[in-house]
Nanobody
């Protein structure tokens, strides 16, 4: 059984940082593609960062230069380092692993106050 467990969300002020973690069991994150998505109330879920099996990363324009996605193969965990957070980054953040089929975590809330 595959499980993805996100953690690291919270309430911060604008300009501060958070690091989200996505820890996997039942699948190896290094064999596929992992993306962080976010969904704010009333908005569609959007992809913000992706890391492929060979380590290639991609970012949404709105977070480029502020967010960094990385992977620790030994810990089977993908991280999202979020710096210089803005109120518009407020959302539930989800981890999605595409390892044969898509798997989703339960989400973690990030709230950025102005």
């Amino acid at each position: 059984q595959v499980q993805l467990l996100e953690s690291g969300g919270g309430l911060v002020q604008a300009g501060e940082s958070l690091r989200l973690s996505c820890a996997a069991s039942g699948t190896r994150l290094s064999i596929g593609l992992v993306s962080w998505f976010r969904q704010a109330p009333g908005n569609q879920r959007e992809a913000v960062a992706t890391i492929t099996s060979d380590g290639t990363t991609n970012y949404a324009g709105s977070v480029k230069g502020r967010f960094t996605i990385s992977r620790d193969n030994a810990k089977n965990t993908v991280y999202l380092q979020m710096d210089n957070l803005k109120p518009e980054d407020t959302a539930v953040y989800y981890c999605m692993a595409l390892t044969g089929r898509p798997y989703w975590g339960q989400g973690t809330q990030v709230t950025v106050s102005s």
